[in-house]
């Protein structure tokens, strides 16, 4: 945590997620600790069940059934969270912290105009007219470059396309002006070319805007164009952190390492990069480190669980940082 976090918007510390179980219960999250700043933008990297989109969910204070805050800390402009009552959340989420989901159809009312779905969250926060928050609507269609925004605003989400369907999405979570905007993999059902129009359009608005953007990913091509720094998590925790230029140019973690490789363009011909074995469940995790069983340089000292360290700009959880390399 660096000397300025008690002034970023976001603030986790040693987070620890839980899920309740026959047995009792079970980690899902487990010591993770990051900030994010106004104007930045954060990326958490990682596969399916890693604990990615749980981790933004707690963010928000939507955690599905069963799963709780065990441990840790979450502070969302300078208030812990367990301090906000369901009020203080109805009032935080949409006006200062919001969030686009993967698939923008279940996220639109398919019953509703999409046009009236953002003025009916401006007035619900709002008191202003309905004509006036019409406007603003439209005004958002067009921010988010979606072309001929009087004559969309009357569309049903079934007549737009997925990228126009995502673009909404973004409008409606910039509608009352957050500061901080999680986006939660928006771009994964989506051609390549619209993604990469998605993920520019998020780019631009965070520099105009000052957004903080925290981006949930497990797509590389999106971090090297969108974030300031990265965070790889894997099984539930943190195994790397650091800037986007070192992640690319100076991975540490094993893990990292293969997420790099496996994502790289080859010659005709050439094998794709892939890493063995897949993400162990919760409750199956080894006890020492938790990529052993899947990483090419593990070794005795694996069998111990490795703790995060380096300087502030690299930490990384591993017994032999650096060693695995690009093939």
Not at 89 to 106: E, K, N, S, V, Y
Request: aromatic share 4%.
């Amino acid at each position: 945590m660096t000397a300025t976090a008690i002034d970023a918007p976001v603030v986790v510390e040693d987070l620890h997620l839980v899920r309740a179980t026959a047995r009792g219960t079970e980690d899902l999250v487990t010591g993770l600790s990051f900030e994010l700043a106004s104007g930045s933008a954060l990326a958490l990297v990682g596969e399916s069940g890693s604990g990615k989109s749980l981790s933004a969910l707690a963010l928000m204070g939507l955690l599905p059934a069963g799963v709780t805050v065990a441990g840790g800390r979450i502070s969302l402009f300078g208030r812990p969270s367990t301090d906000l009552t369901k009020r203080d959340w109805r009032r935080l989420r949409g006006t200062r912290l919001a969030m686009i989901f993967q698939d923008p159809m279940t996220s639109l009312d398919p019953c509703f105009k999409v046009g009236d779905q953002i003025v009916e969250a401006i007035c619900a926060h709002e008191d202003i007219p309905r004509a006036e928050a019409r406007t603003r609507a439209i005004d958002l269609l067009d921010q988010v470059k979606i072309a001929d925004a009087t004559r969309r605003i009357h569309a049903y989400p079934h007549e737009l396309s997925g990228g126009l369907r995502q673009r909404v999405m973004i409008a409606a979570a910039l509608a009352l002006r957050p500061e901080i905007l999680i986006a939660d993999e928006p771009t994964t059902a989506l051609d390549v070319t619209t993604q990469a129009a998605i993920v520019a359009l998020v780019d631009e608005l965070r520099r105009d805007l000052d957004l903080g953007v925290l981006w949930i990913t497990h797509d590389l091509g999106v971090v090297a164009q969108l974030a300031d720094r990265v965070a790889v998590l894997y099984a539930g925790e943190m195994v790397e952190c650091t800037t986007r230029e070192e992640i690319f140019r100076r991975p540490q973690h094993p893990y990292t390492v293969g997420l790099i490789d496996s994502a790289r363009v080859r010659e005709p011909g050439l094998p794709f990069g892939l890493i063995a074995g897949s993400v162990p469940e919760p409750g199956a995790w080894p006890q020492g480190c938790r990529f052993a069983p899947r990483c090419a340089i593990a070794a005795d000292e694996c069998q111990q669980h490795p703790a995060l360290s380096g300087q502030q700009v690299h930490e990384v959880r591993c017994h032999f940082p650096g060693k695995a390399v690009l093939q």
